[in-house]
């Protein structure tokens, strides 16, 4: 029996990564679409080795889908996900558009997967922000072992966070740098080639960008509320791979040791960590990977029971496409929708 799969928003930087990742891990689909705006109708993409044409989002009908995997922005996702979930499909929403609804799981599976079971409210479960995703993968077996009381996070974060648009600014500038053509900046409010920006997404009143907010309001969500969390989000000129730098405040005593131990064992985690020259990892290395990658651990002798480290991973698999997969397959294992196809 399989399922059948829409993937909305599927010309997209996320949405090809989702249509690979269905591929790649043998979900039981017996049917994927992809769709996404009436201006890509008939577009090709890949799902594996077959080539799918692109149909429109706005007049399909998703009576006989099971799942929607939804990247196709928040404007869109808030105007149609409702008739989707009402239709009785269930929506994998990777914008931010549902993420503070009380009434919309936020899920990593790795982290609170029994969260899942509150779906059946609206039929939408929200994908969280490329940077949370990673960080909480990384903090919540930490948190079982010693509790956090406190996280400050500087994020590095690559301009495919951006959309296609970031990645081909970056790729345009760097080039026009090589051979003195003029710099133009469109997608981005600085140059990003050769610089960094402490900058990302719309600024709010209290100065802290809405970048920002999100890891602290999607942790809280996903961890705990009452882990203290603030956050600085800079774009950095890397095509692929968000990293983390990370200060750890817990209310027992743990060691960079035991920290390491623990997060050799848990679920999505990868510790690289030797102490010497390329000892750790770099988006570089991570871009195409699903782990989140887990280096330079250690203690924080500023504060008592803390601990510094450095997180990355594939902004794209794990910080979108990859967790939406590993939510609907989460749906599935645990026998919480059937499919509805007759076909299937």
């Known amino acids: 029996m399989g399922f059948k799969i829409a993937v909305a928003g599927a010309t997209g930087n996320v949405g090809r990564e989702m249509l690979n990742i269905l591929s790649e891990r043998g979900f039981p689909a017996a049917e994927v679409v992809a769709l996404a705006s009436s201006r890509s109708i008939g577009t090709e993409v890949s799902y594996g080795d077959k080539t799918l044409k692109v149909s429109n989002l706005e007049t399909y009908d998703f009576s006989d889908t099971d799942i929607c995997l939804m990247s196709a922005g928040g404007a869109v996702s808030l105007k149609y996900s409702p008739k989707i979930g009402q239709q009785g499909c269930v929506v994998i929403d990777n914008s931010s558009a549902w993420r503070y609804d009380a009434e919309v799981p936020l899920i990593v599976p790795e982290v609170n997967p029994d969260a899942i079971s509150g779906f059946t409210k609206k039929n939408i479960i929200a994908n969280p922000n490329c940077s949370t995703a990673q960080l909480v993968v990384a903090l919540k077996p930490l948190h079982d072992h010693a509790t956090i009381k406190r996280v400050v996070v500087s994020t590095y974060q690559s301009v495919s966070g951006a959309g296609k648009d970031g990645m081909d600014e970056l790729f345009n500038q760097t080039r026009a740098v090589f051979v003195a053509d003029p710099i133009e900046s469109r997608k981005f409010t600085k140059r990003i080639a050769f610089n960094v920006i402490p900058h990302i997404d719309v600024f709010m009143e209290d100065g802290y960008t809405k970048e920002e907010w999100k890891v602290l309001a999607e942790t809280k969500k996903m961890l705990d509320p009452k882990i203290k969390v603030t956050c ?113």
């Open 232 to 344: 600085t989000a800079v774009r950095v000129p890397v095509f692929i791979g968000h990293s983390e730098s990370v200060n750890i405040e817990f209310e027992k005593e743990i060691t960079a040791e035991e920290a390491r131990e623990i997060l050799r064992e848990a679920p999505g985690c990868l510790v690289v960590d030797k102490r010497e020259n390329g000892g750790y990892v770099t988006p570089y290395e991570c871009a195409g990977e699903d782990a989140t990658y887990i280096s330079r651990i250690r203690e924080d002798a500023t504060v008592e029971n803390g601990l510094n480290m450095w997180i990355v991973s594939d902004n794209l698999r794990k910080g979108a496409a990859l967790n939406a997969v590993q939510i609907a397959e989460l749906l599935v294992n645990r026998g919480l929708i059937r499919p509805r196809s007759k076909a299937a």
